[in-house]
């Protein structure tokens, strides 16, 4: 070193310090603004994106759509009743559970969580049964109004086929799935494209009214 | 750093005020869930209503509705605000629709008659079994050779079910006998003689500065009382506009009477001689368009024998009244003048209207804004408005022919001949010379009750159909009516329940091999075809660029209309005024029957075809606010002169028969006039209907219009008594006391000074 020379004044530990931690919080920033920015640019162009959750909420009871609707063979409308009646597909009441589950699955942990949603002090007599908060899936925004059963009916009258087969259109194949998960965008695009292509009517007031 | 008071402060509000922001950017919890109820009952109402727009077929003026649907099951209808005929407004007889849909008397299935015909012992068929029978029996006929003792009585239908109806009756080679007890013969024929149209005019009261009405209460039941009665709020109380000048005459006090600026209460039968009165002062005074006068008053047709001094004895309305009515109705222009209802049931009703339209040609009223517009002839060519319904003459033609044993099937659908043809012509007895008769009613009506064979119809809420009104709003409409709810007896299966009228005859028409040439296997593929010809058009209210997205605004709509699809016809030359003819009265001794019977359409039951409802039941009159009864209008100094109070069962019998209704004394009434509504008096017709009041329809003469043939149903002179029976009025006016009768319990209190 040339006495004279240029000397960049050596940092004082304690700025090395704040220069480390500046440097930590800002890659956890960018991190985080990467991971916003994935979230908010893939929920504008289709399904958002957050890492972790592929497979669809965890659910209060883990409700197998695969046992019920693949190795039993139940509708769809059998518990979804109000389906091909009116807008919303009704989630069906716990009652409508234990019309079954009174019987069967004795022992298994999941049907005993329905139990005691249904009975929690085991007593048939008192009226003390509570409701299950489910986590839903799929939603569409206030402004929007989606009647399940126009298009059921209009599914099921143009192929010919019941109206439970119709479901998948929109769902998927809820019948395989352990976790339900929503796999269609159910964005105005998605609506739009499928109104045209079957000349449903697009005007603004379809939905929204 | 120092934290100044007026920092911390500003801190606290700023997080507070953005705490409160940003609260609602979030989605609430409960939407992000959603829930199992524990139990949930089965008729829960959950979800959203939908909206279907049809057409209504309570009346034949056929409003446009849309009905709230919810879980499949319609709710409550309101008026389609699109739909030209009322624009967004309804009447009690819409409204009564959704009653007609859920009638516990509704007939379930298709019957057959069990007991002896009219004992109303049905045992219950399967549909296949039903239209076999029929088809059995026409082909049976047929084959004989008398394909013209097929007889079919319907309502008058028009648009695609009129099509159907005319070509499987003259293609089998029956007869076509459209059926209303309120005949509109005699209209057609007075604006087919004034005006040289074949389809009834459109008044244009929401423009018109003076109307002045003949007999017809168009704000309450005539032709398309909805539409008047929308027009007359403006004519009222429009904003850009001054109120109008209402004057009425007819020889009742009707709600068109009470609501009128002046009501002339005419003998009956004078409303002719009336105008020609009004005819006369106008062309007097001057204020006629001269060239109008010139052809009205032709070949030397002096009118001065008709000076409001000549005939003010003879028509009952004082000279004075006739002359400002008069120079009213030609000075006030736009004016209108416009008569039927009772103005027409006259011998000479023809005449009458004939004088009363002619007016218009006085004060240029003809084909001008604020009068008389000419509708055009319907958008589709193959797709009319309703026909011509048969006149009275032909009635009786028909029972002479019953009576000879020359009817060998009767069809009924949407009429009640039994009901609504007075006793005298015979058409009761002559029904029993008849081996078959059908009706395709859902309800059992006193028709119905004497069927063989009941094919139960859809009610309009559950059937397709269409509409070109008669009388239209001045332009092109064909209405379309769609299922709102699917068939409230479909659970039964596909042999039970009721089916579409227009199908059924489809069905028939293929078991008896008659190619009716129609597009299609259904009747709604008649439809979509009619709809498909609009759409290949390209003008109107609903265009499209494929016949798919048309069909579903047609339907969203409720129908198809071009407001400038107008009548091309130019008013023709007036016609000359009619030569006066004096009107008859049966029986003609008054002396024995001193009182001139002018029934009237109830407000709520029509002529009759409400009265299974009981909404309509219970629907206030508008003059006498009675309801669930027949009551008579009686001249309160008549009254007090024969002793007679409300409520008194009086019995008034014609030289034909004798009915009893309630008495109601009112100041409103002419002297020698008594007034009593159609409606009631049903045999059967359900629950609500059976044996409820009396039928005034029943003890008419067989009287008609010299010309037309028309039943002239005000030209009965009838007698009354009282007899020893009082029944308290139902009614809502003066129901409960207005003031408390208790004498202790005063409201107020006047304390003397000395107290």
């Not at chain 1, 597909?89 to 949603?117: F, N, Q, W």
């Not at chain 1, 399940?148 to 099921?156: G, L, W």
């Not at chain 2, 009613?441 to 070109?468: K, N, R, Y």
Request: net charge negative; aromatic share 8%; with cysteine.
């Amino acid at each position: 070193m040339i006495p004279g020379d240029f000397q960049p004044s050596r940092p004082p530990g304690r700025k090395l310090l704040l220069f480390g931690v500046m440097g930590i919080v800002g890659l956890a920033g960018f991190v985080v603004t990467a991971l916003i920015a994935t979230f908010v640019i893939s929920s504008w162009l289709g399904d958002p994106v957050i890492f972790g959750y592929e497979e669809g909420p965890d659910q209060p009871i883990a409700f197998p759509h695969t046992v019920h609707v693949q190795d039993l063979g139940l509708d769809c409308t059998f518990c979804h009743r109000n389906v091909t009646k009116g807008a919303a597909a009704s989630i069906p009441a716990v009652a409508l559970c234990m019309t079954c589950h009174v019987a069967v699955g004795d022992g298994l942990p999941e049907v005993e969580k329905l139990r005691a949603y249904f009975d929690p002090d085991g007593d048939p007599d008192t009226d003390d049964g509570r409701p299950i908060d489910w986590v839903r899936v799929h939603r569409m925004p206030d402004h929007v109004q989606f009647v399940h059963e126009a298009h059921i009916k209009f599914f099921s009258e143009r192929d010919g086929i019941a109206a439970s087969a119709t479901c998948s259109t929109c769902h998927g194949d809820v019948g395989g799935m352990t976790k339900v998960k929503q796999v269609r965008t159910l964005k105005m695009g998605d609506c739009v494209d499928c109104h045209r292509e079957y000349s449903a009517p697009t005007d603004c007031s379809t939905c929204h009214y | 750093m120092a934290l100044t008071r007026r920092q911390f402060l500003t801190l606290a509000g700023g997080t507070a005020a953005g705490a409160i922001v940003f609260q609602a950017c979030g989605i609430p919890e409960r939407e992000l869930m959603v829930q199992s109820p524990v139990e949930m009952p089965e008729d829960l109402v959950s979800g959203l209503d939908n909206w279907y727009a049809t057409i209504c077929r309570q009346c034949p003026t056929g409003e446009g509705l849309v009905v709230r649907v919810m879980e499949g099951r319609a709710k409550k209808v309101e008026g389609n605000v699109d739909y030209p005929i009322n624009r967004g407004k309804h009447s009690v007889r819409c409204e009564a629709g959704l009653q007609a849909l859920y009638h516990p008397d509704r007939v379930r299935g298709p019957l057959v008659r069990e007991g002896e015909r009219g004992s109303g012992r049905f045992e219950e068929i399967s549909w296949t079994d039903a239209i076999g029978r029929l088809t059995h029996q026409l082909s049976k006929l047929r084959d004989q050779g008398n394909q013209d003792q097929m007889v079919m009585v319907t309502d008058p239908l028009g648009a695609h079910l009129g099509q159907v109806v005319e070509r499987f009756v003259s293609r089998y080679g029956g007869q076509y006998m459209p059926y209303e007890a309120v005949e509109r013969t005699t209209l057609r024929a007075a604006v087919k003689a004034t005006f040289d149209q074949d389809v009834i005019p459109e008044f244009d009261i929401e423009n018109a500065n003076y109307v002045l009405s003949f007999g017809c209460d168009f704000l309450n039941t005539w032709l398309s009382p909805v539409r008047y009665a929308r027009g007359y709020g403006h004519f009222r109380q429009g904003d850009d506009r001054e109120r109008g000048t209402l004057v009425h005459v007819d020889s009742r006090f009707s709600m068109t009477a009470a609501n009128a600026d002046r009501w002339l209460h005419v003998r009956p039968g004078m409303e002719g001689v009336l105008a020609l009165s009004i005819a006369q002062v106008i062309i007097a005074e001057g204020l006629a368009d001269s060239q109008a006068a010139r052809d009205l008053t032709g070949d030397g047709y002096n009118l001065d024998s008709f000076a409001p001094e000549n005939v003010t004895e003879k028509v009952g309305v004082p000279a004075r009244e006739i002359r400002e009515v008069a120079i009213g109705f030609a000075e006030q222009r736009p004016s209108v003048a416009f008569g039927g209802g009772s103005a027409a049931a006259h011998t000479n009703g023809l005449f009458n209207l004939v004088a009363v339209y002619s007016l218009n040609y006085l004060v240029g009223s003809v084909g001008e804004r604020g009068g008389v517009l000419f509708n055009p002839l319907p958008a589709l060519g193959d797709v009319p408005t309703a026909p011509a319904a048969a006149s009275f003459a032909d009635w009786q033609r028909l029972v002479a022919q019953m009576q000879q044993g020359r009817v060998g099937a009767l069809l009924v659908r949407g009429a009640d001949p039994w009901y609504g043809l007075p006793d005298a012509v015979g058409f009761k007895d002559a029904t029993f010379n008849v081996p078959l008769i059908v009706s395709f009613s859902g309800i059992v009506d006193d028709t119905t009750a004497m069927a063989d064979l009941i094919l139960p119809e859809h009610s309009f809420l559950e059937d397709w159909g269409a509409d070109v009104p008669d009388p239209g709003p001045g332009y092109q409409v064909v209405g379309f009516q769609q299922p709102a709810v699917r068939p409230l007896f479909e659970a039964r299966g596909m042999h039970l329940g009721t089916r579409g009228f227009a199908d059924v005859l489809m069905t028939v028409a293929q078991g008896l091999e008659i190619d009716l040439g129609l597009p299609g296997e259904t009747f709604k593929d008649v439809l979509q075809d009619g709809a498909r010809q609009l759409f290949e058009m390209d003008r109107g209210s609903v265009r499209a660029p494929d016949f798919k997205s048309f069909w579903n605004g047609l339907l969203q709509r409720g129908g198809w209309w071009d407001v400038s699809a107008k009548s091309a016809d130019k008013p023709p030359p007036a016609p000359r005024l009619p030569k006066p003819e004096e009107p008859e009265f049966f029986p003609q001794d008054s002396a024995q029957y001193p009182f001139h019977l002018v029934p009237f359409v109830s407000t709520s039951l029509g002529d009759g075809r409400g009265a299974s409802l009981p909404w309509l039941q219970a629907t206030p009159d508008p003059i006498t606010t009675a309801t669930w009864q027949t009551w008579v209008e009686i001249n309160i100094r008549t009254a007090e002169a024969k002793d007679i109070k409300e409520g008194d069962v009086i019995a008034v019998s014609s030289a034909y028969g004798r009915i009893e209704a309630l008495a109601f004394p009112h100041p409103g009434m002419p002297p020698d006039v008594v007034s009593i509504p159609m409606g009631q008096g049903h045999q059967a017709g359900g629950r609500y209907a059976e044996g409820r009041g009396s039928n005034p329809l029943s003890i008419l003469a067989p009287s008609m219009d010299g010309k037309t043939g028309a039943l002239a149903w005000a030209a009965t002179r009838v007698k009354i008594e009282k007899t020893d029976r009082w029944i308290r009025l139902p009614k809502f006016e003066n129901a409960v006391p207005d003031l408390p009768t208790d004498e202790h319990q005063e409201i107020i209190q006047i304390a003397t000074r000395d107290s």
